[in-house]
């Protein structure tokens, strides 16, 4: 993968505890803050599924009322001959 630069600035004491992290893990800063952001990435990518689902569960009913379907059978999309048409 082709790498980009990225300069960013922070105070001394960050830079300080962002080097003294990369070398307790044996790798560089540059690594460090990479595995850092990409960490970050997939948390927020979990914490979206996780709402997503949570939201679902939730609302299963008022979906299966709508679609004129028991919750049951919720997972796939719903047919299209036998959707109503939207207000």
Not at 18 to 37: F, H, P
Not at 42 to 56: I, P, R, Y
Request: proline fraction near 9%; hydrophobic fraction near 35%.
């Amino acid at each position: 993968m082709a790498k980009t630069q990225l300069n960013v600035r922070v105070d001394e004491a960050t830079a300080d505890a962002a080097r003294e992290r990369a070398l307790q893990r044996g790798v560089s800063v540059n690594r460090y803050i990479e595995e850092l952001v990409l960490k970050d990435a997939g948390e927020v990518g979990q914490t979206f599924v996780e709402a997503a689902a949570d939201f679902m569960k939730q609302y299963e009913r008022v979906f299966a009322e709508e679609f004129g379907r028991e919750p049951e059978t919720l997972p796939g999309p719903p047919p299209g001959p036998e959707r109503r048409p939207s207000p």
